[in-house]
């Protein structure tokens, strides 16, 4: 004869266990609400970033420009690398200035002013200072060349008055071109894949002045300023017809 | 078992931190490497004719919460210049026509006068105040209010008449250039098109 089990006593529903669904869904619904009026996602709630920002403006002045310009010549550097010479030690450059008074301009080469500058400003910004370390920013500048049109239209009268000269002849002795500006261009994601840019806006314009204040080589300066002038020929050549 | 799942998951929270950390201190990202477009020319044809500048105060901050609790506030406030320059694109339909009743006279086209770019001078920042906490700002994310900022000043300049005016100097400059190029008398006449909209 088997013996039957008997059943299992039925738990009967706490009032604490009552307690804690009733708690439950008050919780759940509590922070369903919350995220549904702040409009949050769930994830929010572990970590959330809020940005804000905003601008004013006010027009400052209005003016008449007289620019032809004729070339872009774009280039991109990082900063500071590009700057910085593998081959030049700090505490060389610093001893050298020490044994000329202090003057870092007169003391060093231009190659070893320009590692001087970079170094150091890099240092002050938290950046790289040393070719074999991280911490840059690729800054893009746009030198453009042409001419101020009264620089052309002063040339045009000087030299193409006479009824015989053909356009070709006048033209042909235009002076290079001059540089007219230099443009930092804007950083923006979708135009710059080299990461993030850990700087403030003064950091910023110490980058870019210092990228403008080095310029260009003098033989690719004078190259640019050559090429402006065939492209001004071209454009001319286009506009004055053939006397 | 409880007991081996919490040593578990503290010992893989431990090691992820010191990864993270140890990478952030130690190891950092190389410099790209730009042999491929480190330069480049680019032939222009344009007359710049007008500028408006603009002085923007520019605010950017950013707050981050771990579980509810502030973790980082970062703000800044600087002041920049931004230029709206308007001109003519020379390479476009400019069309040239001698004659007429007189010997030396011409007969000129010109396309419509547009915004030829709008330039955040950079040298010009005026910073008044940055909290940028130990994460630091990334200037990228600055970047999106300047380019906000640009792009209403633009929207100023043109409700300002920025092309009626590069119009008229623009006409001024052409006509100046060929009466100093030995024409006499020159009609210039702009092309009713619709600007283009920004292009550089």
Redesign the interface.
């Known amino acids: 004869m088997t013996k039957r089990k008997a059943p299992p006593p039925r738990r009967r529903l706490r009032p604490m266990h009552l307690g804690l669904v009733l708690v439950s869904i008050v919780l759940v619904t509590a922070v369903a609400v919350f995220l549904s009026v702040r409009d949050l996602s769930i994830s929010d709630?572990?970590?959330?970033?809020?940005?804000?920002?905003?601008?004013?403006?006010?027009?400052?002045?209005?003016?008449?420009?007289?620019?032809?310009?004729?070339?872009?010549?774009?280039?991109?550097?990082?900063f500071p690398?590009d700057y910085l010479s593998p081959d030049i030690e700090m505490t060389e450059l610093v001893r050298t200035i020490t044994r000329h008074g202090g003057r870092a301009e007169e003391a060093l080469t231009p190659l070893e002013y320009a590692h001087y500058r970079a170094a150091n400003l890099a240092s002050h910004l938290?950046m790289?200072v040393r070719r074999d370390?991280?911490?840059?920013?690729?800054v893009t500048s746009i030198y453009?060349f042409?001419y101020d049109?009264e620089t052309?239209?002063?040339y045009?009268?000087s030299t193409?008055?006479?009824?015989s000269?053909k356009?070709a002849d006048?033209l042909g002795a235009l002076p290079p071109g001059v540089l007219l500006e230099i443009?930092?261009e804007?950083?923006?994601?979708e135009t710059?894949p080299?990461?993030?840019?850990?700087?403030?806006?003064?950091?910023?314009?110490r980058i870019?002045?210092f990228v403008?204040d080095i310029g260009l080589p003098d033989a690719v300066f004078t190259e640019?300023a050559e090429?402006s002038r065939d492209?001004a020929i071209q454009?001319?050549r286009?506009?004055?017809?053939e006397? | 078992m409880k007991k081996g799942v919490i040593v578990a998951i503290m010992t893989v929270v431990l090691v992820g931190t010191v990864v993270l950390v140890g990478r952030y201190i130690f190891f950092s990202v190389p410099p790209p490497d730009l042999h491929s477009a480190r330069s480049r020319i680019e032939n222009l044809s344009t007359l710049t004719t007008g500028r408006y500048e603009y002085r923007d105060v520019i605010f950017f901050g950013e707050e981050t919460r771990l579980l509810g609790i502030p973790t980082g506030n970062r703000e800044m406030l600087f002041a920049i210049r931004i230029d709206v320059i308007a001109g003519l694109y020379l390479a476009d339909a400019v069309t040239v026509e001698a004659g007429g009743r007189r010997e030396r006279e011409l007969f000129v086209t010109l396309p419509a006068p547009e915004i030829i770019r709008v330039v955040a001078r950079e040298d010009t920042i005026d910073q008044y105040f940055a909290r940028t906490g130990f994460r630091g700002v990334d200037w990228l994310d600055v970047s999106e209010e300047v380019e906000r900022a640009k792009e209403r000043d633009r929207r100023d300049a043109l409700e300002r008449g920025i092309l009626d005016r590069a119009r008229m100097h623009g006409e001024f400059l052409v006509r100046e250039l060929l009466l100093a190029a030995g024409y006499d008398t020159v009609h210039i006449r702009f092309r009713p098109d619709e600007p283009k909209g920004l292009r550089g």
């Open positions: 709630l572990f970590y959330r970033r809020t940005r804000t920002g905003g601008s004013q403006s006010i027009l400052t002045a209005m003016e008449d420009l007289s620019r032809l310009e004729t070339l872009a010549y774009i280039r991109r550097s990082v690398h938290g790289a370390q991280g911490g840059y920013v690729v453009r042409g049109v052309l239209t002063t045009l009268r193409g008055k006479t009824e000269a356009t006048i443009e930092i804007d950083l923006s994601r710059y080299y990461g993030p840019v850990k700087i403030d806006a003064e950091g910023w314009r870019t002045a403008a640019m090429r492209q454009i001319l286009r506009i004055i017809p006397s």
